[in-house]
């Protein structure tokens, strides 16, 4: 039977997502305030092997590339503020807030300070959703932290809303949920 032929075949759709940070210490970040959000990419680095007339090549390491974020920038919860917070959270210390001498004055930005213990970034999601809003697929981004934040600029000749760019880079991610192939099931489909 053709896919169009069946009702209860349903195309996963551009707008039907949510995006969720667990963020500690009050700085909230809405779903509702979530505009765009690329989803995660991978790629696998190669290394050529030349012999002879010939050049052959073997997959290396997978790397993963940074997502993108916009939000719209509220005035509560302030979005820049809460940038702000996050990024003292994640265990940056302005200039004129150093104090020489005291432990907490060496302190630097560090992967722990984004996690559970500082701003709170360690669990992020993407979730999917079908037509009745239940979840069919849901990308959990592990150790993220945000690589950039672009609080765009200000203009007399517009009246868009003001936005939030935000990039964020994380270790690796694993999608859960959804009909998919298992282990078990994928089979070589040769062998040399």
């Not at 009050?26 to 050529?48: A, C, F, G, H």
């Amino acid at each position: 039977m053709a896919f169009w032929a069946n009702p209860g075949t349903e195309p996963k759709r551009i707008y039907r997502w949510v995006m969720r940070f667990n963020i500690n210490n009050n700085n909230q970040l809405d779903e509702w305030l979530i505009k765009s959000v690329s989803r995660p990419t991978w790629n696998i680095s190669e290394t050529p092997h030349s012999f002879i007339n010939h050049t052959f090549y073997y997959p290396g390491r997978v790397e993963y590339e940074p997502i993108n974020v916009q939000l719209v920038d509220a005035i509560s919860p302030n979005a820049g503020v809460n940038m702000q917070n996050l990024l003292a959270l994640s265990g940056y210390v302005t200039p004129d807030n150093v104090q020489f001498g005291q432990p907490d004055g060496y302190r630097t930005i560090s992967k722990a300070g984004w996690g559970a213990e500082g701003a709170g970034l360690g669990g992020v999601e993407i979730v999917q959703m079908d037509p009745e809003g239940q979840s069919i697929e849901t990308w959990k981004l592990y150790n993220t932290w945000i690589l950039s934040c672009n609080l765009n600029e200000l203009n007399y000749e517009s009246d868009d809303l003001l936005n939030v760019d935000l990039s964020l880079r994380y270790d690796y991610f694993k999608i859960e949920g959804g009909p998919g192939l298992s282990r078990s099931d994928i089979e070589p489909t040769f062998r040399a």
